[in-house]
T-cell receptor
Framework: DAMVIQNPRYQVTQFGKPVTLSCSQT?????MYWYQQKSSQAPKLLFH???????NEADTPDNFQSRRPNTSFCFLDIRSPGLGDAAMYLC?????????????FGPGTRLTVL | RKEVEQDPGPFNVPEGATVAFNCTYS??????FFWYRQDCRKEPKLLMS???SGNEDGRFTAQLNRASQYISLLIRDSKLSDSATYLC???????????FGRGTSLIVHP
């Protein structure tokens, strides 16, 4: 059974046209993350939620926003996608336990910007 | 210096070979270590956690060397299905923000 679900799996948008990616989880984990991954690169953390607390990475462009309306759902909004935003967007979750915690990843949304 | 460094490879090995990857980390406060496997165009999936005493899961053995600040992954009797990118992931004590290496690509050929 899928535990971290991402929709859509593939998204094509036009340059400058806003897009929203969604993530849901059935694990009841308190932390949710959004990563951007480009070919042959490590996943790059964009932001994360610890419960309802939003944490933005310093180098995440303002073009990227996120919402977490409840424990299960998290959204990534790209307000004006540029060609450089074409990438795989990965959602991940974890339950904090005070020690290093395993992350569970969704299947990703592959974004194409035309 | 990057926080987590891996040789990107690719490592190109025949079936049945033994192959080893290393990953070095710069933060001496690091406490938790993982190897993830990522297939082409798929999400990373946990392969194994790395414990201080080392751990083994079938053909896979992971080890930690705190003194030299590296972790290793050994794959014995390589299978075609082992072809993937192996990501080294490190986090410091109490942190839930892990740091990823860029991954090491393994290609197992017949």
């Amino acid at each position: 059974d899928a535990m971290v679900i991402q929709n859509p799996r593939y998204q094509v948008t036009q340059f400058g046209k806003p897009v929203t990616l969604s993530c849901s989880q059935t694990l009841n984990h308190n932390v949710m993350y959004w990563y951007q991954q480009k070919s042959s690169q490590a996943p790059k953390l964009l932001f994360h939620y610890y419960d309802k607390d939003f944490n933005n990475e310093a180098d995440t462009p303002d073009n990227f926003q996120s919402r977490r309306p409840n424990t299960s759902f998290c959204f990534l909004d790209i307000r004006s996608p540029g060609l450089g935003d074409a990438a795989m967007y990965l959602c991940a979750t974890t339950r904090t336990s005070g020690t290093g915690d395993t992350q569970y990843f969704g299947p990703g949304t592959r974004l194409t910007v035309l | 210096r990057k926080e987590v460094e891996q040789d990107p490879g690719p490592f190109n090995v025949p079936e049945g070979a033994t192959v080893a990857f290393n990953c070095t980390y710069s933060n001496s406060a690091s406490q938790s270590f993982f190897w993830y496997r990522q297939d082409c165009r798929k999400e990373p999936k946990l392969l194994m956690s790395v414990y201080s005493s080392g751990n083994e899961d079938g053909r896979f053995t992971a080890q930690l060397n705190r003194a030299s600040q590296y972790i290793s992954l050994l794959i014995r009797d390589s299978k075609l299905s082992d072809s993937a990118t192996y990501l080294c992931v490190v986090s410091s004590g109490g942190s839930y923000i892990p740091t990823f290496g860029r991954g090491t690509s393994l290609i197992v050929h017949p």
